[in-house]
């Protein structure tokens, strides 16, 4: 088990990606929910616990459960989320973005872990990028047609 963190890096802020991931959420809702970002910049704030009751009757009717799964999952395994639950002064907030408790030390540590996690695996995954060996680009129809044009002049019994 690791040491939680000790220094706060301060509120964690929504990207694009965060934003599309939200705004994913709130189109399958009746009404969006304060929790969630609106813009780049503003925080990303980790949910109350059993907010994903709160949310469920909220749903289009024409949207299936599962979907809804799929959308709050994206939002809720990313790295930045993790990162913002992590933090020493990290509180979980309601479906109305209003703080309902602090994040227990236990939820904290597993979201440390979690984003240490996904960091490593995109260190590794660029490093593998860099490391890689460049693949040529295939040949075009012309460069073919253009080699057997060569080879057949080479092996032409006509030349002197």
Request: glycine share 6%.
């Amino acid at each position: 088990m690791s040491k939680p963190w000790t220094t706060s890096r301060g509120p964690i802020v929504a990207n694009e990606a965060d934003i599309r991931k939200a705004q994913a959420i709130n189109d399958l809702l009746v009404q969006p929910v304060a929790v969630l970002p609106n813009a780049v910049g503003e925080p990303i704030r980790p949910f109350a616990l059993g907010l994903w009751h709160e949310l469920r009757p909220l749903l289009k009717p024409d949207v299936g459960i599962t979907t809804l799964r799929r959308a709050t999952g994206a939002y809720l395994h990313s790295k930045r989320y993790y990162f913002a639950t992590a933090q020493p002064d990290s509180l979980r907030y309601g479906i109305d973005g209003k703080p309902r408790e602090a994040v227990s030390e236990g939820d904290r540590i597993t979201a440390q872990e979690k984003y240490l996690g996904l960091k490593r695996q995109n260190v590794a995954r660029a490093d593998a990028d860099v490391h890689a060996p460049m693949a040529s680009p295939a040949p075009t129809k012309a460069d073919l047609i253009r080699a057997a044009l060569l080879d057949r002049r080479k092996t032409s019994p006509l030349k002197s």
